[in-house]
């Protein structure tokens, strides 16, 4: 199950869970691996940023990565954004060892110019061999903008990069310009989309193979992908706008992954709600506003019969 250009669907950003003690919770992994399969994974990606994977120690990350992909069945992405190559391509190397399909790299904060960008992902490429790689463009959280022109010399130079996970904000116009030039003869690879499904129909309507990112409710990004690729746009705008309140509500910066765990811990796909330290937890008057936006949600899933 290599990754490659033809990757589409969805590929749910994966929570790590811990114990209220801090400690990994391998049952819980297994148990929300199954969870996503079940609500509609196409793939799955770990040790993501909001997988807490900077808050593991190298060898949690490795059973991370052995867990998820022993059980998964479907291909699994693992970020191994470094402040190095060498540290980059062991995770790389070890995660391939255990069963990836391919890794998912970031540009690091300290690259400032185009050159120095398209620079990097060519080290990128190098270090890390035949193994296929996601650039991430997410520069809310890098610092890093790659404008589409980088984009493309990197694809023109760099065969194992194989897709795009598309986090610009606002970027609707760079999927539109990848694929027109795309259209135009250059190589055309995936181009999945992040922001918790923010804007997940007008980047599918703008060419996008579909989501790589999390939410509480990961059947939503399955049904509307699902719904949009059979055709019916306007079904498809009517279940996302059901869970529209959510979205928003979890895209919270800071506190969005403490959100996403308390829901996902309502469900029983996890254990317990933890984030491990340092780590934002959930107010009183934070879990009624959950709750009021679940409960609307439910009724306007109802309305719709989904």
Known sequence: MTLDETARGVFTI????????GALDLASLDRVTEFYL???ATGLTVLGMMGEAGKLSAEEAVTVVSRVTGRAGVPVVVGVSAAGLAPMAAL???AMEAGAAGVMVAPPHTLKTDGQVVGYFHDVAEALGDIPFVLQDFPLATGVAIPVEAILRIVADCPTCVMLKHEDWPGL????ALRAASDGGARRISILCGMGGLYLLEEMLRGADGAMTGFSYPEMMAEV??????????????VFDAYLPLVRYEAQPGVGLAIRKHVLARRGAIAAPALRRPGAALDAASVAEVEA???RQERRLAELGS
């Open 38 to 40: 079940e609500k509609g």
């Open 92 to 94: 790389a190397n070890r």
């Open 173 to 176: 116009s760079k999927i539109s």
């Open 293 to 295: 936006l679940i409960a």
């Open 225 to 238: 992908v699902g719904i949009f690729e059979a055709g019916d746009v306007e079904r498809a705008r009517d």
């Open 14 to 21: 994966a929570v790590t869970p811990f114990a209220p003690d």
